[in-house]
């Protein structure tokens, strides 16, 4: 089970907002954790998270930036060690905290504001607190220590005063306000260029200018309606400052000098909830809606924006009965979302009222209505095509906790409540007709799938009743009884009409036969289960999610706990997945995030076997429960989607293609798969993509821009679309555009002309037959490229200089519309497009083909590897691999695959394209992969596919009784063991070291490693020393079994095996892993029965690796070199070549390092170290970004080991042996 994607909270309502480090990161926090992100890219770093209750304000040290310092409801202020996510000091205080601030001039010393009136002052060195009790005089709203008055901090107060306090002195000084002045001051900022000067912000819209020495008020400003909540200074213009509203979507830029604002952005439809300057003509805001960003003040537009999500504890999630896209989720934050799962996107969020929302069920088929259970009784039934809220039903006096729709029959929809009964209902009409009455509370209830009048309810009184509501009869036709305390869920499973699963807050999970009563006990859960979800294809697997923070993953057949996933940081309520897409799970928890996860690896033999071009899909699927139920019975699927997938695969008319994606649809995440499938379409048979499509074939690019051009030209006739909403020159202009990305210019001057853009569209107009008018609008251009001004692109496109068009969009990063504009000059010009939407001009030939020429070519090359870059180090290869395949580059876009670890994906492409030149390794990788599943025939199957080079690789691995292993040496057209091994005692006898493969293959071990490590020695021993000689040895040294060896002959496999390693990793790119390479090889060495290697050399390798790949060092660079120049005869040649190779080409600029390294999906998802125990990387000691693997998981009594997967997936490539030089193997591949 596999996390792929993790959709942060939106922020919550707070005293903070969000705040940036000053330097390269920002911080916002949702209810119960702070995500700290990267300014450039909105990249999730780092989640701290552990908190029970909501977090109130949040502070930044302004010394060290790698510190937080956090207050919440809880009573307690903490400081975190953000790249630890550690808790390093902490204080319980006596009264509620309302905001916390950091003294930028003592990293010691932090002031929480109370909501008893009182400032603690605490001091981190002593952990003592000094109580300022002076301040009292009027609830303080807000505090600002002085950047440079030691001591000094300014507070905000509910009557409107400011005061000025010295906690060295402790003395104070209060300015109090005007009569006209009420609501009370909500933010100060001292001027970070002035000793004295501040300025504070009141409810009530006015700002003000005080003077801290003479405790002034020197100037005010003019009152704005709906006030001002947050203040920015303005670092690089003296004077200058932001003010915000939470009231409205609007940031002012204000100047001292004057009393009225000198610029208003309108950054959105809701408020703004505070606004930080960033520098670069930027500031960074959260809105009202949860949504965080950059907006751009110089481009009037977005940098970055996050998108809207839930901020409080996400209760449910549900797919739509009929559509395995949307995803519908509830919360605390009372409000109903809509996402499409295909892309990740939020599509629409919907406010019922009612309180607090519990759980959501979709109504059957394509009908669009769902119905949620909410806190105050009322069951509400949406409308998702509309947006619109259909109904309200008070069937229940209190809190209404489940409900359930009816998906045989539309007209039945049951809920749950604290009133202890159970209600089903008409959702059209309201009507009620059956009430079950209970002795305590009912939670949880269900629909069998089976039989469309059989609910089960689960109850407060530890009880599970089965009712039959076709009957008269109220009592119900089943009782179950076994668990010990209240049962929160119920779910039927889809694949057995007899068996029911439960959850309860006895920490167990029941697995039930309704009809006799039996059950199975699952016991692993720590706190209260709440979310079950059985698995579609898999009858025996069930997922279970539990106010300990887990989701486990149980074979129901034996009760055992098959997985933890412990990436959730609080209760685990919701868990959701698909009949269509099966192998695809939704989870939501406290934490307010929603993750996403695969669990093909539960049937990844079937996964493998799928891939394979001439598959037996009756060796994968089977309809039959009981035979499937067997305890030890191979995984085989047995759902609807599997069976659907094999029949058309089975069809005479099914292509190669349509094999393809059927296997692609049934086993991988939608993120990136469904376009991979369009695009893989649009190439083999020419087909238009989808426009929604993140990433398109080219030959749809310019058709879907002109598409989506046109839509949005409609709103001429639409009517007002609300708040938040586009507006009709807000539409028109976006299409004026698109028109003329794509040389639309007639278009695009008629619509300019049309919304009052005279400027542009009389300097774009002649570019319809004027040579002299195009250099003009040339000129136009540069100016407005110069200003970095987006209509630069448009006036380029007239001017006939689409490569300067492409070069202004490529250094803004909008690689999306860089590779329009080239594709559209790649198919032949902008004046050919033109024609075919606008009358031609006489001259216009539009029957002859463009032939693009090599700088064409090579500009549209570079745009879309800069795409594919991109989407790879967001942890998205799928994507990556699309942009790729959109230029027909299929090797490309398997090495993108395969460098983000999709192989099997890989393989899929490769049998829509199977000539495609360069690809052998990926067959070789999914031979390993098959290997290590124990499917050693596959392997071969795999292996022949790639010339059947390895053959005898894997054949040396093979484990088996000698029987065994000469018939897989049959298979693999090998001799049998006998006969190699005669033939490699010949060749020892002779000293010839290609010997060690015979004796290894014919299991002679001894005598191969006798044979081996005496080359090893003597080619060592050589300056010399040729790295394909020793590693043509050492490859078949580390076939043999670590216990056929002594120890210290095995030790020594070891150690050269880590020594090449970690040469492969240096020339490999592999950086994250050298240093543990090396330092596995020091640590095998001393066991070993010899080493031909220096511990220096090792050293200086090392150092001089990191020496050419780092851009700081803390040892300065010219004693480093210097050191090297002493010590450079200790490097052997090889290994100086290697080094040299590697680091010979230098990445783009834009590009980081980490380029030529495994970045497998979802790599850059934050760690969830503290939820593992506190095992960080066994490597570095720091928490694991990402997807983890386990080296060991402490079930021998050794302490648990675990790497990211990504550094372990570069190690198994280098070297099969795991840190530690235990003499266990990496498995990762």
Request: hydrophobic share 40%; net charge neutral.
């Amino acid at each position: 089970m596999r996390q792929v994607v993790l959709v942060p909270a939106g922020n919550h309502i707070n005293r903070t907002g969000v705040i940036t480090d000053g330097k390269t990161r920002f911080a916002y926090c949702s209810a119960l954790a702070i995500y700290v992100v990267r300014l450039d890219t909105l990249q999730l770093e780092h989640l701290i998270a552990g908190y029970e209750r909501s977090i109130v304000s949040f502070c930044w040290n302004p010394h060290d930036s790698n510190q937080l310092a956090c207050v919440s409801q809880d009573k307690t202020t903490r400081v975190w060690d953000i790249a630890k996510e550690e808790e390093v000091a902490s204080i319980k205080m006596d009264s509620m905290p309302q905001y916390v601030q950091w003294n930028p001039l003592d990293s010691n010393i932090i002031a929480v504001v109370n909501d008893d009136g009182h400032v603690v002052v605490w001091s981190l060195k002593t952990n003592v607190c000094l109580i300022v009790r002076d301040l009292d005089f009027s609830p303080l709203q807000i505090l600002r220590w002085s950047p440079k008055k030691a001591g000094v901090f300014a507070t905000g107060h509910e009557d409107c005063s400011v005061a000025f306090y010295n906690h060295l002195t402790k003395k104070y000084k209060r300015v109090k306000a005007g009569k006209d002045r009420n609501g009370g001051g909500s933010d100060i900022q001292w001027d970070t260029l002035s000793d004295v000067y501040l300025i504070a912000a009141f409810a009530n819209g006015d700002i003000a200018l005080y003077d801290s020495d003479s405790c002034e008020e020197k100037r005010s400003f003019e009152r704005q309606v709906g006030g001002v909540d947050s203040l920015s200074w303005i670092p690089s213009a003296p004077g200058a400052f932001f003010a915000a509203s939470g009231r409205h979507g609007v940031v002012r830029l204000w100047n001292v000098a004057q009393s009225v604002p000198e610029k208003t952005f309108k950054v959105g439809a809701g408020g703004v909830h505070n606004v930080v300057d960033v520098g670069n003509h930027r500031f960074l805001c959260c809105m009202a809606d949860g949504s965080v960003g950059i907006y751009n003040t110089r481009q009037r537009r977005w940098d970055h924006r996050s998108s809207v999500s839930h901020s409080e504890t996400v209760f449910d999630c549900s797919f739509k009965s009929n559509d395995a896209n949307q995803l519908a989720t509830v919360s605390f934050d009372e409000t109903v979302r809509l996402w499409d799962v295909s892309t990740m996107e939020h599509k629409d969020v919907l406010r019922p009222g009612g309180g607090a929302i519990y759980c959501v069920s979709w109504a059957p088929g394509d009908d669009p209505r769902l119905a949620i259970s909410t806190f105050s009784g009322k069951i509400f039934i949406c409308d998702t095509a509309k947006g619109t809220i259909v109904s309200a039903f008070q069937h229940h006096r209190i809190q209404a906790f489940r409900v359930s729709w009816n998906q045989h029959d539309a007209n039945l929809v049951a809920s749950t409540s604290a009133d202890t009964s159970c209600v089903v209902f008409n959702p059209t009409t309201g009507q009620m007709t059956r009430k079950y009455m209970h002795t305590q509370p009912c939670f949880g209830c269900h629909w069998s799938p089976f039989n469309p009048f059989h609910l089960a309810v689960a109850g407060g009184d530890w009880i599970i009743r089965v009712y039959d509501v076709q009957s008269q009869d109220v009592a119900p036709i089943r009782t179950l009884k076994g668990h010990s305390a209240k049962v929160f869920n119920v779910q039927w499973s889809p694949h057995a009409p007899e068996v029911l699963a439960s959850g309860s807050d006895d920490f167990s999970v029941r697995v039930w036969n309704v009809n006799t009563g039996e059950n199975k006990v699952l016991k692993g859960h720590v706190n209260y289960v709440r979310a079950l979800q059985w698995h579609y294809e898999i009858p025996y697997l069930l997922l279970t999610g539990s106010w300990d923070g887990c989701i486990r993953v149980w074979d129901t057949r034996s009760a055992v706990c098959l997985r933890v996933a412990m990436d959730h940081h609080a209760d685990v309520y919701g868990l959701a997945t698909h009949p269509q897409r099966p192998f695809f799970f939704a989870s939501c928890s406290r934490d307010t995030t929603l993750r996403f996860w695969v669990t093909e690896d539960f049937s990844a033999s079937a996964k493998m076997l799928a891939i394979m071009p001439e598959v037996q899909w009756a060796e994968i699927v089977t309809g039959k429960y009981e035979d499937i139920m067997q305890p030890d019975a191979p995984c085989r699927l047995s759902g609807a989607c599997s069976r659907a997938a094999a029949e058309k695969i089975a069809l005479p008319t099914s292509t190669e293609l349509d094999k393809v994606k059927a296997t692609m649809e049934l086993f991988l995440s939608p993120n990136g798969a469904l376009e991979l499938a369009d695009i893989l379409a649009s190439v083999s048979t020419g087909a238009p993509c989808r426009f929604t499509n993140r990433v398109l074939h080219s030959d749809s690019v310019v058709g879907s821009l002109l598409s989506r051009a046109q839509e949005l030209e409609q709103a001429r006739s639409a009517h007002f679309q609300g708040v938040g909403k586009p507006t009709k020159a807000d539409s028109l202009k976006a299409a004026a555009l698109m028109y003329g990305r794509v040389g639309c210019m007639r278009q695009y001057c008629d619509i300019l002309a049309e919304i009052g853009d005279w400027a542009d569209a009389l300097a774009c107009a002649p570019a319809v037959s004027m040579e002299y008018w195009q250099s003009l609008v040339e000129r136009r251009a540069d100016e407005l490229a110069a200003e970095n001004d987006i209509a630069a692109v448009s006036l380029y496109v007239a001017a006939h200089k689409p490569h300067k068009a492409a070069e202004f969009h490529m250094k803004r990063n909008e690689l999306d519309d860089a590779f329009a504009v080239t594709q559209c000059e790649y198919e032949g010009g902008f004046r050919k497009l033109a024609a075919t939407i606008s009358s031609p001009s006489p001259e216009a030939d539009t029957t002859v083909k463009h032939v693009p020429d090599a700088a064409q070519t090579k500009v549209r090359r570079e745009v879309v590897q800069r795409m594919a870059r991109v989407y790879s180090l967001a942890g998205q290869p799928l994507l990556s691999a699309c942009c790729l395949l959109a230029v027909g580059d299929v090797a490309g876009a398997v090495y993108r695959l395969v460098k983000g670890n999709e192989v099997e994906t890989a393989l899929l492409v490769l049998r829509s394209a199977p000539k495609t030149p360069h690809t052998e390794y990926v067959y070789q990788l999914a031979a390993l992969r098959a290997e290590r599943m124990g499917m050693w025939n596959l392997a071969l199957q795999l292996l022949a596919l790639a010339g059947s080079k390895g053959v005898d690789e894997v054949a040396a691995r093979y484990a088996g009784t000698p029987e065994a292993i000469d018939a897989f040496y049959a298979n693999a057209k090998l001799g049998s063991a006998a006969e190699l091994k005669a033939k490699g005692a010949e060749l020892a006898s002779a000293g010839d070291p290609s010997g060690v493969r015979h004796l290894v293959l014919g299991r002679d071990y001894t005598v191969a490693a006798s044979l081996g490590l005496t080359f090893l020695r003597k080619e060592f021993a050589n300056p010399a020393w040729s790295i394909e000689s020793v590693d043509e040895v050492l490859k078949w040294l580390t076939a043999i079994p670590s216990g056929a060896l002594t120890d210290g002959s095995f030790k020594e496999i070891l150690a050269y095996s880590y020594f090449i390693g970690a040469i492969k990793a240096i020339w490999k790119g592999y950086g994250p892993i050298v240093s543990g390479l090396v330092t596995a090889c020091k640590e095998a060495a001393p066991a070993a029965e010899a080493f031909a290697l220096s511990m220096d050399l090792l050293s200086m390798m090392e150092a001089q690796y990191h020496l050419a790949n780092i851009s700081a060092s803390s040892i300065p660079a010219t004693t480093l070199v210097a050191n090297l120049q002493e010590m450079k005869g200790l490097l052997a040649a090889p290994a100086q070549q290697l080094i040299a190779s590697s680091v010979a080409v230098e990445p783009a600029a834009d590009v980081p390092a980490t380029t030529n390294q495994i970045l497998p999906t979802a790599f850059l998802i934050p760690s969830a170290a503290g939820r593992r125990g506190g095992v960080n990387h066994c490597l570095t000691g720091n928490p694991i970004q990402g997807p983890e693997y386990w080296v060991t998981n402490g079930s021998d009594g050794s302490p648990p080991r675990a790497m990211s997967l990504a550094d372990a997936l570069m190690w198994c490539r280098v070297c099969p042996f795991a840190p530690g030089a235990t003499g266990l193997r990496i498995n990762a591949c």
